[in-house]
């Protein structure tokens, strides 16, 4: 990642970055948000068999570490063969993806360079180091909330970024399922796409205390089945969860500029978020600009082998994700 309210308000700014031929009908605007989440509703995918599961939980995986010229091409591909009435959603979501590339690229480095700072100075929280991850994501979710539409978790609610049409869920299920057998060797069903966001919508409708439809005793049962299949000093789930925040000046954020550490280079950096979320925003419409006009020498050329998380990518075995 980054957390899904980050991805949702940067992909709203694109979408008003946007030429006007673009994103013309609020179906469009709806598959271009979706495809903004990237494959990350797959990572929620749970409530199915183990193999479904498991293949889902790969293709999230796998997106995120290699092959990134290859999957926007095969999705690409893809639009063109998905009916005349599909293909205008098709190619909204295609655009949504490029989004979701850009951004984590360029702000993973920092998440984990804070990650790093962190057990530099307490050894101790090693063992909680993918929990540090999604605290210090969801703290940056809701100071941009906070920061851009001056509302908070209480008002917009995470599960609320996964609005999602049925129609748009099938195009973006079909595009998915293409990829994930041409790419990756996976088999993964046109439909499991809209199940692994119902699954993702539900965990965050679950475990945010500001969202209407929390109930004390779920999130409680959540944990106990966490801690039960994945035991732990420190739980996954409860470091999802948003915290309100009212304030422009959060050290997550990093507003004054203070040096950090990229881990992928162990170069000295001082961007702050905001910084980078306007890094972001130029890489993606190079990006977008390439894959619309089918470049992929350009598109490698602006890929430059950087991964989602902003390190050279890298094949993954089945042992290891």
């Known amino acids: 990642m980054p957390a ?44 199915t068999w183990p193999n479904h599961a498991i293949a889902c939980n790969r293709l999230h995986r796998r997106m995120h570490a290699s092959h990134i010229t290859d999957v926007f091409l095969a999705v690409r591909e893809g639009v063109a063969y998905l009916p005349e009435a599909d293909r205008a959603a098709g190619e909204a979501f295609a655009l949504g993806l490029l989004c979701h590339y850009a951004l984590d690229r360029t702000v993973h480095p920092f998440v984990y360079a804070q990650q790093d700072a962190l057990v530099d100075v307490d050894p101790s929280l090693a063992c909680s180091y993918h929990e540090l991850h999604s605290i210090i994501e969801t703290d940056l979710d809701s100071w941009l909330l906070w920061h851009q539409m001056r509302t908070t978790v209480e008002e917009f609610y995470p599960a609320s970024a996964l609005e999602a049409d049925s129609s748009t869920c099938r195009v973006a299920g079909a595009l998915f399922s293409q990829v994930a057998l041409s790419v990756f060797g996976l088999n993964v069903g046109a439909d ?12 965050y409708h679950a475990i945010e205390k500001t969202d209407p439809t929390y109930t004390t005793k779920l999130p409680e049962v959540l944990y106990k089945t966490e801690m039960f299949v994945r035991p732990s000093s420190s739980s996954y789930v409860a470091a999802m969860c948003h915290r309100v925040i009212r304030t422009d000046d959060i050290a997550a954020a990093n507003p004054k500029r203070l040096p950090w550490k990229d881990p992928a280079t162990g170069k000295s950096r001082t961007e702050s978020f905001s910084d980078l979320m306007d890094e972001a925003a130029g890489l993606y419409h190079k990006l977008a600009h390439a894959f619309i006009h089918n470049d992929r020498m350009k598109m490698e050329e602006i890929v430059t082998g950087i991964n989602y998380y902003g390190k050279p990518v890298t094949d993954l075995l089945d042992e290891q994700d």
Do not use: V
């Open 4 to 47: 899904l309210l980050t991805h949702f308000i940067f992909g709203a700014r694109i979408a008003d970055e946007m030429p006007s031929d673009l994103l013309k009908t609020s179906e469009e605007l709806n598959a271009f948000l979706l495809g903004n989440q990237g494959a990350d509703p797959f990572l929620a995918r749970h409530l």
């Open 192 to 203: 499991e796409y809209e199940k692994a966001i119902a699954d993702y919508a539900r965990i």
